[in-house]
């Protein structure tokens, strides 16, 4: 789905992904597969045109003494669901809140990385620098310098960042490296993300020219 969001097969595997979803027995398993569900519905749009249901209303919701991963993800789920879909930007942030108390409880931090990703994002559609500046000094101290595509979209956020803050280079050199982090990694929509924000910042640079290249 990542590297190659249009494949030929991949309504094949939205289909077979929704009778598991519901008869799976283990949770964990059914709540990754529903987290995968909800990014293709948010990835191509309208779910209904493309004849694809998004899952999330059916997909278990893990709570009391379900495994701790199944319930941080659970959390990744509504809020990005939250915020990409029903545009419920405090749900969305109540819900990264939520999933990150959970991960410190249990000592389970293998998505930290996500849940500030998405509390960055938050943060900047409710305009409060001070929130995003922290969701991305929590990303930078929890993330592996070798996962190139998890690098690529923190850079992204650095480089939208930037632009908030008016440090327009800065922004173009974030965006610059993150676009090329994707491209090694070959993930198509970071890199096009990143490339984006760096049209973005060019433009109000007044490079026109290099926003053309990286439209």
Known sequence: MFRKPRHRHIHTWVERA????????????????ANSLVFYCVLFGDSARNGIHCEHDQAPSPSGGRPPLARIMWQGIESAFAHWVETSNERSLE????????????????????????GAHGAFAADDARSAEAHLEKMSSVMGSRRQMLMANYLY??????????ELHRSVSYAREGAELASRAGVPIPEVTTRSGMAHALLELGDTKGRARNR
């Open 18 to 33: 929704g009778p598991l979803l519901a008869k799976g027995q283990d949770v964990t398993s059914r709540v990754a597969l």
């Open 157 to 166: 956020l650095r480089a939208w960042f930037a632009l908030q803050q008016g």
């Open 95 to 118: 819900a990264v809140g939520e999933g990150l108390v959970i991960s410190e409880r249990a000592g389970v931090h293998l998505l930290d990385f996500l849940l500030h990703a998405q």
